[in-house]
């Protein structure tokens, strides 16, 4: 019956569009989802796309907490409920429970894990970080591009963020999926359903923005140099013959944030892990030196020193003849791209 409700509302808002009528805002069917609310629309969203339903008697419960296994309910719905092979059980999880089939699938593609002891914690609330972060897997699960991040230093309470949440919410805010409030992300606070559906909706309305073209062969094997573009200035940089720097090229083109660390090197985060070689000490860091620290962390020196920390090498600029003022004191975006 909902969906027949806004199937004729969309009709309706068609007829009113070609007449030149300017239309009015339609209640929800929800009793507590007022028609000029936020959430309003993202809630008639996820409803006419049976993603999420009432809580009982016509409400949504706008301000209820977001649990661990309604999340992965919704997600699930949003895959389109595919069929499990093999049921994952958590001692917390009965086998008739709504959300077990969607835990199961969410388990074995990596988007969330148990939270010890064999226990789930289906009923636990979900934070603004931990949604971001289940997103965020969600998106990699499904092939999406998610090298696109924001440093949060906009908001005040960045720094409250979780070290496992950052790249995520990251990924979050520079594709307008998340929003802050006030100057704030709120990190650790609870997702509410109003959020969740207005997440959703961001999130659903724009994944073919995240689909990953296809790496061409010319990327995987015969790159040898890339254009690494600072404002108006361009150096050539000479990549290593590895693995790792061959899943950077995958990636191109990219353009990144850069942080300044230490008055010698930028380094930005991508989204997701890259490294696939053993990262060693060079001992020494060269001017020029483009290296991968961990395992999603990009570095670009501009100094030359010695060093105890490890890294893979992903290549080296060229010529270096002006790369420090290029890169300035602060916050600079740096593109890497194909070298044509």
């Known amino acids: 019956m909902k969906k027949l409700i806004y199937k004729v509302t969309g009709i309706i808002l068609s007829v009113m569009f070609l007449a030149g009528i300017t239309p009015v805002v339609f209640a929800s069917v929800y009793s507590d989802v007022p028609a000029n609310s936020w959430y309003n629309e993202a809630v008639n969203y996820v409803t006419e796309n049976g993603l999420m339903s009432g809580t009982g008697n016509s409400t949504f419960s706008p301000d209820e907490n977001m649990s661990r296994g309604m999340l992965m309910t919704v997600l ?5 409920s595919p069929a499990i092979k093999t049921s994952i059980r ?3 999880v009965a086998s008739d429970a709504y959300y077990a089939d969607a835990v199961s699938w969410a388990v074995q593609n990596n988007i969330v894990l148990g939270v010890g002891d064999n226990k789930f914690s289906s009923d636990t609330p979900v934070t603004r970080e931990q949604f971001a972060t289940i997103l965020y897997r969600y998106a990699q699960s499904k092939g999406y591009n998610t090298s ?3 440093e949060l230093m906009d908001f005040a309470d960045a720094g409250e963020a979780g ?3 950052v790249n995520a919410i990251c990924w979050a805010v520079a594709n307008k999926i998340i929003q802050g409030s006030d100057g704030k992300l709120n990190p650790g606070g609870d997702a509410t359903r109003s959020e969740t559906a207005a997440i959703l909706k961001r999130f659903l309305e724009n994944a073919k923005i995240f689909e990953r073209p296809a790496a061409s062969e010319q990327y995987s094997n015969i790159v040898h140099t890339m254009n690494v573009t600072v404002g108006s200035t361009t150096f050539t940089a000479t990549l290593e013959d590895n693995d790792t720097a061959k ?3 995958a990636q191109l083109p990219l353009k990144m944030d850069m942080s300044e660390l230490n008055g010698n090197e930028k380094y930005s985060f991508l989204s997701g892990n890259l490294s696939v070689d053993m990262s060693s000490c060079p001992d020494t860091i060269n001017e020029g030196d483009i290296m991968l620290y961990s395992n999603n962390c990009i570095v670009i020196f501009y100094k030359s020193f010695n060093t105890s920390y490890s890294y893979v090498k992903l290549g080296h600029i060229n010529n270096t003849t002006g790369l420090a003022n290029a890169l300035g004191p602060g916050y600079v975006q740096v593109g890497f791209s194909i070298r044509n």
């Open 90 to 92: 958590f001692s917390d």
């Open 247 to 249: 899943a950077l090229v």
């Open 163 to 165: 070290s496992y949440a």
């Open 76 to 80: 699930y719905r949003a895959e389109g």
């Open 148 to 150: 696109l991040k924001k």
